[in-house]
T-cell receptor, first 113, second 109 residues
């Protein structure tokens, strides 16, 4: 079974803190994704990566950056957390490029106070 | 207007009922995904389909490309089917999904 592991289920941070959300997949997938999920808005893509050190902006990249130094790990960074970044963050991975099922982690519920 | 729209937003049913969730899309897609999210957050892929119909146990997904419409059916519903069901369109020539806002299903015994 594919496993996508997010480092924390719940996280509470203060405004202005630098926040790291980590995601690891164990199936040698090429693609990895970071989404945020908010009530009434559904999942929205923040960033994705199709290879080590490669990244592309999604629909809402402002206030976020990402890092993919190793194929299995994709990190989402909030450089200076703000209250409007309180949300559920979901990581996903998929094999190869083009039209594949995405496998999701359990999610990290982040609260920024 | 969202590019992927689901209806209804909320659905309650008695155990054993037949359930239908609808998804319409207005963008060009190569495939349509149906996902299930249980309380607590984890999302599981149920189906990916680009034409016709797929069945897995009590779940059936259909898609009509001409009408840009897909349905997810649950036969003989059970309380463990209670979850949020999300449809997502896979944009042509990309790795990107566009998501509907989900349908919250509650099945009561």
């Amino acid at each position: 079974d594919v496993k996508v592991t997010q480092s924390s289920r719940y996280l509470v941070k203060r405004t202005g803190e630098k926040v790291f959300l980590e995601c690891v997949q164990d199936m040698d997938h090429e693609n990895m994704f970071w989404y945020r999920q908010d009530p009434g808005l559904g999942l929205r893509l923040i960033y994705f990566s199709y290879d080590v050190k490669m990244k592309e902006k999604g629909d809402i990249p402002e206030g976020y950056s990402v890092s993919r130094e190793k194929k299995e790990r994709f990190s989402l960074i909030l450089e200076s957390a703000s209250t409007n970044q309180t949300s559920m963050y979901l990581c996903a991975s998929s094999p190869e490029r083009g039209g594949n099922i995405q496998y999701f982690g359990a999610g990290t519920r982040l609260s920024v106070l | 207007k969202n590019e992927v729209e689901q209806s209804p937003q909320n659905l309650t049913a008695q155990e054993g009922e037949f359930i239908t969730i609808n998804c319409s899309y207005s963008v060009g897609i190569s495939a349509l995904h149906w996902l299930q999210q249980h309380p607590g957050g984890g999302i599981v892929s149920l189906f990916m389909l680009s034409s016709g119909k797929k069945k897995h146990g009590r779940l059936i997904a259909t898609i009509n490309i001409q009408e840009k419409h897909s349905s997810l059916h649950i036969t003989a519903s059970h309380p463990r089917d209670s979850a949020v069901y999300i449809c997502a369109g896979h944009l042509y020539n990309t790795d990107k999904l566009i998501f509907g806002t989900g349908t919250r299903l509650q099945v009561f015994p």
